[in-house]
């Protein structure tokens, strides 16, 4: 199948890269502040997919969330972009891996995605989280505009000239 | 008596050539004497005093100046004797002075290296404009840009100077400027020296600032390579995922989130508490499910209230460890009597409900034991579970 020659600009286009970014690192910087300032409730989230070694929760509850601040906050400034989006799409793969399992088990539990107190998983929470992955796949495979580290070409040109 | 008067006037001619040839003599060694004198001499200003004291003390005369008027480097020089307060003459003046001279010369033009005298020195020269009354003066000209008098008062025999004697001082006067002329090379000649010297000098600033400049050059040439390679590393860097990013990532997320739990209120333990605490008592099914028929056990499932409904034992009740405050008394703590035991269940991969509920039933009765396998085991073993 040949793609049509206005979809491919309109696809590969800085501002849509850079849009993306910005949502996406935005969701997740978003996403950690709650986890962050309460993680006992966080371990409890964690506790209830049941897939986590009980020994193992606690530290999970402790580091994902700083983890998802700190690729957040890279992916927004464009530094080390394609990095961040691989820890992102990294863990949005293992998001959505979890919550098929834990609806496939049929365990009744929130999603705990933003907060503790949400409305029940379901398959919409599954579809919401593959298509941040396909977000997060855009930036990582297409040129995005206004990256912090995206100014270093032009400083070797100065360097140069 | 004709024979004799030839001899007395041969004598006496003889005495004249005797006293012409003394003076002549004594010219020459004068002469020499001035030429031995000023051969060391390589200074102008010297030259011009040493020539003054040589024709004065020759033509014995207590008073007398030399000027020199040099048009090339616009200067006037002077040396007098004799005179209270010699002036000091601009170029203008000296030259209007000489060229009032030429015009009283014999010859009215002077030819290079030739001296010529001033037919009557006082009415050219009065005695205001020299400081003194000029009996002889003398103008010379070494080149088309050096010329300059020498002007004596009245010797002190105060006769008028002899043919002879004026002879001498043109000889005297075109001998000196003979030095003169090579003292004006070799002040030239050491003017240039100086120049070139300044210019070496120039030069070898110049050299060790173009050395230090090329060093500084080098440097800088090191600076920017590195740099570029430095900007290189970073845009492929960037370009690229990398492992050691994300390990990097990892590092950072962990420092923060231990810091931070470290200082926050609602800060968690990092490992969660039944791993170091003592294990509660285990209990079998089978014993469990004695006790239970026996009535002296009562089973409580500790699971969260989502849990508990998807399935649970029969005749469990449900008291969640985050409610048990709450629900304990309402559920338990009316109907449970000091002698019955206090079974516990529930706990998944990720959480040991049973174990953090023990805990706090340990507080407030002695009789608390785990069930060992939940309600699995439970099941296992054909016992009703529900719904």
Sequence with gaps: MKWPGWLKTSIAHPVLGLLLRAYVGGVFIYASMYKINYPGEFAETIASYQLVPFWAVNLMALVMPWAELVSGILMVLGVRTKSAAAAIGGMLVMFSLAILITLLRGIPIGCGCFTSVEEPLGWGTLGRDLLWLIMTLHVYFFPSALQLEGRLPKSLQEVEG | ?387
């Design chain 2, 1 to 387: 008596m004709a024979a004799e008067s030839p001899l007395p006037e041969a004598i006496e001619q003889a005495s004249r050539a005797q006293a012409d040839l003394d003076r002549r003599v004594f010219h020459l060694q004068t002469l020499y004497e001035f030429t031995a004198e000023l051969s060391p001499l390589v200074a102008t200003d010297k030259l011009l005093e040493a020539f003054l004291l040589t024709v004065m003390g020759t033509f014995g005369a207590s008073q007398g100046c030399v000027l020199l008027c040099d048009r090339e480097s616009r200067a006037v020089r002077s040396a007098g004797r004799g005179i209270p307060g010699l002036r000091e003459w601009t170029l203008e003046e000296a030259e209007q002075m000489l060229y009032r001279g030429f015009q009283a010369t014999e010859e009215r033009r002077l030819e290079p290296m030739s001296a010529g005298f001033i037919l009557d020195p006082p009415a050219v020269f009065p005695e205001s404009e020299l400081g003194f009354g000029v009996h002889t003066a003398a103008l010379f000209t070494v080149d088309d840009t050096l010329m300059g008098m020498v002007a004596l008062c009245q010797s002190l025999s105060q006769s008028a100077l002899s043919a002879e004697a004026r002879e001498l001082l043109r000889g005297l006067t075109v001998n000196w400027m003979v030095f003169l002329k090579n003292a004006r090379a070799f002040e030239t000649i050491h003017a240039l020296n100086e120049d070139l010297r300044r210019t070496n000098a120039d030069l070898r600033q110049t050299i060790t600032d173009l050395t230090e400049a090329r060093h500084q050059i080098r440097v800088l040439e090191f600076a920017k390579s590195r740099l570029k390679q430095l900007i290189q590393r970073e845009i492929e860097r960037t370009g690229r995922f990398r492992a050691a990013d994300i390990l990097l990532m990892v590092i950072l997320s962990t420092v923060l989130a231990l810091a931070f739990n470290y200082s926050s209120p609602n800060g968690i333990p990092v490992v969660p508490e039944p791993v170091f605490q003592e294990q509660a008592p285990r209990v079998d099914v089978l014993t469990a499910h004695q006790l239970l028929t026996r009535g002296e056990a009562v089973l409580v499932d500790a699971r969260p209230p989502e849990l508990f409904q998807q399935k649970h034992i029969a005749e469990a009740v449900n008291i969640p460890a985050p409610l048990f405050d709450v629900i304990y008394p309402m559920k338990l703590g009316r109907t449970l009597k000091p002698e019955q035991t206090v079974l516990v269940y529930g706990r998944t991969i990720s959480k040991r409900y049973d174990e953090d509920l023990t805990q706090r039933l340990l507080q407030r009765h002695d009789q608390v034991r785990v069930l060992e396998g939940g309600v699995a085991a439970w099941e296992e073993k054909g016992f009703p579970v529900a719904p």
